[in-house]
C-alpha cells in the first residue's frame, strides 16, 4: 500500500525483491480500482527496466532472471466485484493474483476482524471462492474474522493464506491470529507470511529487526517452516490522511482502529 513512484520502485530493486503482492484495491468499488489497476499498467510501462508484472508463476521466475521486481497485483477486499462473481475472472485477466475476502468489517463475502458478529461465509462468498479457484486467484484472510476464515479454509478447493499476519500468542491484537488458526489453516495446506508491521508486534513503534524475527520464529515454531514466509504489510511514503483513510469502515464511517501514527 505504498505511495507507489519511481524511487519506491528503485527501493524494492535495490533490496533484491524478487516478487512482491501490491495492493491497489482496498475500500475502492469498481471503477476506482480500474482507474489503479491503469495506473499500474503506466507504471509497468515506464519503470519496465525494474518491474515485470506477474501473471504466472514463470513470470516470478523471469523475473529473477532478468534482475527485476515481479509484482503482483493484489485487493485487501472483495468490494471491487461489487455482486458480480464474473468480474473475478475479468479482474484475473488484468493481473489480479490475490483477493481478500474482507478488509476489517463486513462485505457481500463475510465479516472482517473488527465486525462485533462474524456472519461467517455467505453463500455469494462461496461462488466468489469457487471463481477465484477456478481461475487462479489466491484467497487471503488476514483481515478476515476468525469465523469467515474458518469457513473459508475449510470451503476452498485450492490452498488460502494469511498473507501478511502476527501470531496473537505475542500480541492480543484483531488482526493477529492464534496458535489453532495458524495450525488449521497450514493443516489444510495455507500459507502464512509473517508481517513487520510494529503495531501487530509486543514492542509497537519500538519493534525491531530481532523483533520481526522472534515473530517469524515463533510461527515456525508452531506450524513448520515449509509453509511460513514473509509478508511486510509495508506502506512507504504515505502521509497521516491515507491511515486515517484505512482506520474507517468503508473509508468514510465509524472509526475501527486508534491512531496509534499521531
Request: charged share 25%.
Amino acid at each position: 500500500m505504498s505511495n507507489w513512484s519511481r524511487e519506491v520502485f528503485e527501493d524494492l530493486h535495490a533490496g533484491g525483491v524478487t516478487a512482491v503482492n501490491c495492493t491497489c484495491s482496498i475500500w475502492e468499488g469498481l471503477r476506482d480500482t480500474l482507474v489503479n489497476i491503469a495506473r499500474w499498467k503506466s507504471w509497468f510501462r515506464d519503470n519496465d527496466d525494474l518491474l515485470l508484472p506477474v501473471k504466472v508463476v514463470a513470470d516470478i521466475e523471469r523475473a529473477k532472471n532478468e534482475n527485476r521486481v515481479g509484482i503482483i497485483l493484489g485487493w485487501q477486499n472483495t468490494s471491487a466485484l461489487e455482486d458480480r462473481v464474473e468480474l473475478v475472472d475479468v479482474f484475473k485477466a488484468l493481473g489480479v493474483g490475490v483477493m481478500q475476502l474482507t478488509y476489517n468489517t463486513q462485505n457481500l463475502v463475510g465479516s472482517g476482524c473488527y465486525e462485533s458478529r462474524d456472519s461467517g461465509l455467505s453463500d455469494f462468498g462461496r461462488d466468489v471462492i469457487d471463481e477465484m479457484n477456478r481461475v487462479g486467484v489466491v484467497v487471503d484472510l488476514s483481515h478476515v474474522g476468525a469465523k469467515t476464515s474458518e469457513d473459508a479454509i475449510r470451503y476452498s478447493k485450492k490452498p488460502v493464506a494469511y498473507s501478511h499476519c502476527c501470531p496473537a500468542a505475542l500480541l492480543n491484537h484483531p488482526r493477529n491470529k492464534t496458535d489453532e488458526q495458524l495450525r488449521f489453516i497450514v493443516e489444510h495446506g495455507g500459507f502464512v507470511g509473517v508481517t513487520t508491521y510494529p503495531w501487530f508486534l509486543p514492542k509497537g513503534a519500538d519493534s525491531t529487526v530481532d523483533d520481526c524475527v522472534a515473530a517469524i520464529d515463533y510461527v515456525i515454531n508452531q506450524v513448520g517452516e515449509e509453509r511460513v514466509g514473509i509478508g511486510t504489510d509495508f506502506t512507504q511514503g504515505q502521509d497521516a490522511a491515507f491511515f486515517d483513510w484505512l482506520s474507517l469502515d468503508k473509508g468514510t464511517g465509524r472509526r475501527l482502529i486508534v491512531r496509534d501514527w499521531d
